[in-house]
């Protein structure tokens, strides 16, 4: 199962920031925070992951709360091909047997609006 | 080029037949998965797969095998098709378990 709760979804204006916020309570210390999203009928796709510092790339930025129990995904200006389920997901990267494998859960349907 | 392809891209088949998937990823990856996402849009993990070990989740039925002929295919194998198995299956691959890159499915329709 997800260990992740996200709400199931999302509005935003175009050319807004995009704040999708994920609660992972249980996550353990060697556990990473690993962001995916889903546009229709497409395979899902990596944007970002991080361990306990912000981080940020060419699609968005993560910030981990400090005591690594909730996060939030930031797209800076979101655009129409931006609507997408966004999947938050914990794991440990080079974990053995299931542990390293991606557990989705139901995601938020982000849609971006005009 | 397509870091991870998948074919057919849509197969159309009857109760009862055996079928197969193929998935091949060009980026040396050591894991390669399957996923079944269903009409609900559930994404749910099927396998994983390196060559040290397989790791099946314990909901799939054994009419569902993984077979790979080398490090960079897994193809997907069912036997006695059933209306339920109608989803779309994906594969993905990773190296090290890190950031993993998915095919852009399979939609499945068993009749």
């Known amino acids: 199962d997800a260990k992740t709760t996200q709400p199931p979804s999302m509005d935003c204006a175009e050319g807004r920031a995009a704040n999708l916020p994920c609660n992972h309570s249980t996550i353990s210390g060697n556990e990473y925070v690993y962001w995916y999203r889903q546009i229709h009928s497409q395979g899902p796709q990596y944007i970002i992951h991080g361990l306990k510092n912000n981080e940020t790339n060419e699609m968005a930025s993560l910030i981990i709360t400090e005591d690594r129990k909730s996060s939030t995904l930031i797209l800076p200006h979101a655009t129409l091909r931006d609507t997408a389920v966004y999947y938050c997901i914990v794991r440990i990267p080079l974990g053995g047997g299931s542990q390293g494998n991606l557990i989705f859960g139901k995601g938020t349907k982000l849609s971006v609006k005009p | 080029d397509t870091a991870v392809s998948q074919t057919p891209k849509y197969l159309v088949t009857q109760m009862g037949n055996d079928k197969s998937i193929k998935c091949e990823q060009n980026l040396g990856h050591d894991t390669m998965y399957w996923y079944k996402q269903d009409s609900k849009k559930f994404l749910k993990i099927m396998f994983s797969y390196n060559n040290k070990e397989l790791i099946i989740n314990e909901t799939v039925p054994n009419r569902f095998s993984p077979k790979s002929p080398d490090k960079a295919h897994l193809n997907l194998h069912i036997n006695s098709l059933e209306l339920g198995d109608s989803a779309v299956y994906f594969c993905?691959?990773?190296?090290?378990?890190?950031?993993?890159?998915f095919g852009q499915g399979t939609r499945l329709t068993v009749v």
């Open positions: 993905a691959s990773s190296q090290d378990r890190r950031r993993a890159f």
